[in-house]
């Protein structure tokens, strides 16, 4: 069964402190690793979606990556706006995501 | 464009009720899956649909049931109501699902007094 497993679960990080979050990931055929940002009360987000082991994607001050047993999700420079649940997502077969249990990351002034 | 909407929002029920929750997916969406979401954890999967046939099923019991109709929206439906089954229910449309990106409504707050 597909095992996903995402660290730290919380981080408390000072405005401008960069810092990353790490998905690791047990998975019969890889088909698709899902980033999604998600905030109190609302649906998750989407953020990015890695396909192959090497890829980066960027958006703002996020940057993921994906190896073959993990991906990181890199928040540069972070403001207070970036604080929420972190969520990463595999897909293994045509229809189903696998979740972790998410980070969540606080951002203070 | 309007994204994917859930009804209701909130709803409030006993246990051994029934109850129907409603999708409508982003336009041109052919695609809608379900899942369960409690608090602290990741969505679970409840179901996918595509054109109207069911595509894939999580493990969840009979008592979860879905449809989706010609227009793609979709219904969950939810038997003899247990107090776990308290959660959050996240509808998500992709274009034909696959390793597409699947987008999320907000959500509907499920409650089991």
């Known amino acids: 069964e597909d095992q996903v497993t995402q660290s730290p679960e919380a981080l408390r990080l000072q405005e401008g402190e960069s810092s990353s979050l790490n998905c690791s990931y047990t998975?019969?055929?890889?088909?698709?690793l899902f980033w999604y940002r998600q905030d109190p009360g609302k649906g998750p987000e989407f953020l990015f979606t890695?396909?192959?082991a090497g890829e980066e994607k960027e958006k703002e001050r996020l940057k993921a990556t994906l190896t073959k047993k993990e991906s990181f999700l890199h928040i540069t420079a972070p403001k207070p706006e970036d604080s929420a649940t972190y969520l990463c997502?595999?897909?293994?077969?045509?229809?189903?995501?696998?979740f972790g249990a998410g980070t969540t990351v606080t951002v203070r002034a | 464009d309007a994204g994917v909407t859930q009804s209701p929002t909130h709803l409030i029920k006993t246990r051994g009720q029934h109850v129907t929750l409603r999708c409508s997916p982003i336009?041109?969406?052919?695609?809608v899956s379900w899942y369960q979401q409690v608090l602290g954890q990741g969505p679970q999967f409840i179901f996918q649909?595509?054109?109207?046939?069911?595509?894939g099923r999580g493990n969840f019991p009979d008592r979860f049931s879905a449809r989706q109709f010609p227009n793609y929206s979709s219904e969950l439906n939810v038997n003899a109501l247990l107090l776990g089954d308290s959660a959050l229910y996240l509808c998500?449309?992709?274009?034909?699902?696959?390793?597409?990106?699947?987008?999320f409504g907000d959500g509907t707050r499920l409650s089991i007094l």
């Open positions: 998500a449309s992709s274009l034909w699902g696959g390793n597409q990106p699947q987008h």
């Open positions: 998975v019969s055929g890889l088909r698709g």
């Open positions: 890695l396909y192959s």
């Open positions: 997502a595999v897909q293994a077969n045509d229809y189903k995501l696998s």
């Open positions: 336009s041109g969406h052919k695609s």
């Open positions: 649909y595509y054109e109207k046939e069911e595509r």
